[in-house]
């Protein structure tokens, strides 16, 4: 049976699709300040990029988030309802550290770091998104942002995302976004933007 090509139309995301997702995304975060910090291996970083994303896809937001994807993008949401279960385990963790290497302790930090500013209030939250650098200004990830957006704004929610590259928030904040606060990482990591967006009700116009 001959496979349809995908476009840049959302689709559910699967298991059976972490192959081309985790390359996908390891593209897509190769220059990014935070991935940068956490592998800075220089030619070996993009495979080391591809197992963190295969690992957090397969054994966490796979499992209990909502994942979904284009031809050349992906993204993975968080429901309220879903974010005590996407906590990584500690398989998923040991996991996580061997692909880290010498640089897990300043993962755990950030990760903790990341956790104590995490919102009380039910919200949705975007953990990823990501799109091929070689796709980029064909709108996957405003598609893949849009489609997460709308069902955060069906539930009357909120919706949060960390953000450690500076060149989007621009982007983020198109669609509504607005930075919350700035702090940098443990151990003299580079900065990461907190965000959140209201939710938009259907009477109001939503950014294209």
């Known amino acids: 049976m001959t496979r349809m090509p ?37 030619a070996s970083r993009e495979p080391d990029l591809t197992r963190y994303f295969t690992t957090i896809f397969t054994r966490q937001y796979g499992l209990h988030g909502v994942c979904e994807r284009t031809a050349s993008a992906a993204a993975f949401w968080v429901a309220p309802e879903g974010q005590e279960k996407a906590v990584p385990d500690a398989e998923t963790v040991a996991e996580l550290e061997e692909v880290l290497g010498d640089r897990a302790p300043l993962f755990r930090e950030a990760v903790e770091a990341a956790a104590g500013q995490g919102p009380e209030e039910p919200h949705w939250y975007l953990a990823v998104v990501g799109a091929d650098p070689a796709a980029r200004g064909q709108g996957h990830g405003a598609a893949l942002l ?13 919706v949060y995302l960390e953000s450690s590259k500076p060149d989007n928030l621009p982007f983020y904040e198109h669609f509504g976004f607005t930075v919350l606060g700035e702090t940098a990482l443990p151990g003299g990591g580079p900065a990461l933007w907190v965000m959140r967006r209201e939710p938009v009700s259907a009477d109001r116009e939503r950014p294209t």
């Open 146 to 158: 849009r489609s997460g957006l709308d069902r955060a704004d069906g539930a009357g929610l909120p």
């Open 6 to 42: 995908m476009t840049n139309t959302p689709r559910t995301a699967t298991l059976d699709d972490a192959p081309d997702i985790s390359r996908t995304l390891a593209r897509a975060f190769a220059d990014d300040p935070m991935m940068g910090w956490f592998f800075p291996g220089g």
